[in-house]
């Protein structure tokens, strides 16, 4: 089954839209990658997909610019 992963074009376009992209369309970009039933756990929390995108917008407008590049392999 190909995912996004299976090449590195696809693979850094979501990265870059993911953690350099822009806040807004962030719930656009996981919505590719992920399914409306996703749920993110960790040590302390649950995240239902909403709570994830919302997370998300949160880190990325808390990080600022960055820039992703390639490991030129």
């Known amino acids: 089954m190909a995912t996004f992963t ?3 074009s ?3 376009a979501t990265l870059l839209s993911l ?3 822009n806040p807004s369309d962030t719930d656009t970009d996981l919505a590719k990658i992920f399914p409306p039933t996703f ?3 960790d ?3 649950t995240r239902d997909f909403t709570g994830f ?3 998300m917008q ?3 407008q808390c990080r600022g ?3 992703v590049r390639g490991s030129g392999g």
């Open 53 to 55: 995108v919302k997370h």
């Open 19 to 21: 953690f350099a992209g």
């Open 65 to 67: 610019d960055i820039s």
């Open 58 to 60: 949160w880190d990325g």
């Open 6 to 8: 299976n090449q590195a």
């Open 43 to 45: 040590d302390h929390t």
């Open 39 to 41: 749920t993110q756990r």
């Open 10 to 12: 696809t693979f850094q």
